[in-house]
Protein backbone atom coordinates (compact mmCIF):
# COMPACT_ATOMS: atom_id res chain seq x y z
CA UNK A 1 0.00 0.00 0.00
CA UNK A 2 1.11 3.36 -0.94
CA UNK A 3 0.06 6.93 0.18
CA UNK A 4 0.99 10.52 -0.51
CA UNK A 5 -0.80 13.64 1.03
CA UNK A 6 -1.67 16.14 -1.81
CA UNK A 7 -3.10 19.48 -1.37
CA UNK A 8 -7.04 19.62 -1.92
CA UNK A 9 -6.64 21.91 -5.10
CA UNK A 10 -4.50 19.16 -6.64
CA UNK A 11 -5.50 16.41 -9.16
CA UNK A 12 -5.19 13.02 -8.34
CA UNK A 13 -4.22 12.17 -11.89
CA UNK A 14 -0.89 14.10 -11.30
CA UNK A 15 0.23 11.74 -8.68
CA UNK A 16 -1.26 8.44 -9.79
CA UNK A 17 1.45 7.88 -11.97
CA UNK A 18 3.92 7.18 -9.52
CA UNK A 19 1.79 5.44 -7.38
CA UNK A 20 0.72 3.13 -9.95
CA UNK A 21 3.69 2.18 -11.36
CA UNK A 22 5.77 0.11 -8.46
CA UNK A 23 2.53 -1.46 -7.24
CA UNK A 24 2.95 -4.13 -10.65
CA UNK A 25 -0.53 -4.65 -10.98
CA UNK A 26 -2.31 -7.22 -13.04
CA UNK A 27 -5.51 -8.03 -14.60
CA UNK A 28 -8.32 -4.90 -14.36
CA UNK A 29 -7.76 -1.60 -13.06
CA UNK A 30 -11.02 0.47 -12.93
CA UNK A 31 -11.02 4.14 -12.68
CA UNK A 32 -13.30 7.23 -12.83
CA UNK A 33 -13.32 9.83 -15.24
CA UNK A 34 -11.11 11.62 -13.26
CA UNK A 35 -7.81 9.35 -13.70
CA UNK A 36 -8.18 9.39 -16.95
CA UNK A 37 -4.81 10.93 -18.57
CA UNK A 38 -2.58 9.53 -20.54
CA UNK A 39 -0.04 9.10 -17.78
CA UNK A 40 -1.97 7.17 -15.83
CA UNK A 41 -3.10 4.67 -18.24
CA UNK A 42 0.32 4.33 -19.83
CA UNK A 43 1.58 3.62 -16.38
CA UNK A 44 -1.01 1.40 -15.64
CA UNK A 45 -0.71 -0.99 -19.04
CA UNK A 46 3.42 -0.71 -18.56
CA UNK A 47 2.37 -2.39 -15.33
CA UNK A 48 0.91 -5.20 -17.32
CA UNK A 49 -2.63 -4.37 -16.17
CA UNK A 50 -5.51 -3.31 -18.14
CA UNK A 51 -7.03 0.24 -17.75
CA UNK A 52 -10.64 0.70 -17.85
CA UNK A 53 -10.77 4.40 -17.29
CA UNK A 54 -13.52 6.04 -19.51
CA UNK A 55 -12.53 9.27 -21.40
CA UNK A 56 -13.84 12.44 -20.12
CA UNK A 57 -16.51 14.02 -21.84
CA UNK A 58 -14.22 16.77 -23.60
CA UNK A 59 -11.52 14.68 -25.55
CA UNK A 60 -11.79 13.39 -28.78
CA UNK A 61 -10.60 9.97 -28.01
CA UNK A 62 -13.30 7.73 -26.47
CA UNK A 63 -12.17 4.84 -24.33
CA UNK A 64 -14.54 1.77 -24.88
CA UNK A 65 -15.30 0.60 -20.97
CA UNK A 66 -16.50 -2.97 -20.17
CA UNK A 67 -19.59 -2.15 -18.25
CA UNK A 68 -19.43 -4.69 -16.22
CA UNK A 69 -16.04 -4.11 -14.92
CA UNK A 70 -16.83 -0.73 -14.61
CA UNK A 71 -20.06 -1.41 -12.25
CA UNK A 72 -17.86 -2.78 -9.54
CA UNK A 73 -16.50 0.54 -9.25
CA UNK A 74 -19.19 2.22 -7.79
CA UNK A 75 -20.09 -0.68 -5.23
CA UNK A 76 -16.59 -0.17 -3.89
CA UNK A 77 -17.05 3.71 -3.96
CA UNK A 78 -20.15 3.15 -2.28
CA UNK A 79 -18.01 0.57 0.43
CA UNK A 80 -15.71 3.51 1.24
CA UNK A 81 -18.28 6.07 0.89
CA UNK A 82 -19.85 4.41 4.13
CA UNK A 83 -16.53 4.01 6.16
CA UNK A 84 -15.98 7.70 5.86
Request: positive net charge.
Given at each position: ?R???????????????S???P????????????????????A?EA?G??A???SQ????L????D?????????I?R?????K
Open positions: MLVLTPGQASDKTTAPLVGLGLKGDVVADRGYFAQAVIAISATHIPSNVRVRTVRTIYRERNREFFNRL
